[in-house]
Nanobody
Framework: QVQLIESGGGSVQAGGSLRLSCTFS????????MAWFRQAPGKEREFVAG???????RHADSVKGRFTVSRDNAKSTVYLQMSSLKPEDAAVYYC?????????????????WGQGTHVTVSS
């Protein structure tokens, strides 16, 4: 069974930066495409960024140029570097994994999820 554990959330002022981490265990990390989603109160969970095993990436338009997804296969960890944070970025951020080579923006296409980490951005 895949287990995903996120860390790195917290409170930051607008314009600040945070780096989220997600540690993967249970199966072969390099077989999985990883993604970050977020969910703000009262809103649907939305795709933020994804990275395939060979480091192809995709970012949502709302975060392009500000957020960067990366992975360290030796550490079985995926990261989300968030910069120039805005109040509208505040949400619970979830790490997700799927055992396919392509990145999907659809929540239903991911099989495993972490417990989420909170990000608060004050103006």
């Amino acid at each position: 069974q895949v287990q995903l554990i996120e860390s790195g959330g917290g409170s930051v002022q607008a314009g600040g930066s945070l780096r989220l981490s997600c540690t993967f265990s249970g199966f072969t990390f390099t077989s999985y495409t990883m993604a970050w989603f977020r969910q703000a109160p009262g809103k649907e969970r939305e795709f933020v960024a994804g990275i395939s095993w060979n480091t192809n990436t995709r970012h949502a338009d709302s975060v392009k140029g500000r957020f960067t997804v990366s992975r360290d296969n030796a550490k079985s960890t995926v990261y989300l570097q968030m910069s120039s944070l805005k109040p509208e970025d505040a949400a619970v951020y979830y790490c997700a994994a799927r055992n396919l080579v392509s990145i999907s923006t659809m929540r239903s296409q991911y099989d495993y999820w972490g417990q989420g980490t909170h990000v608060t951005v004050s103006s």
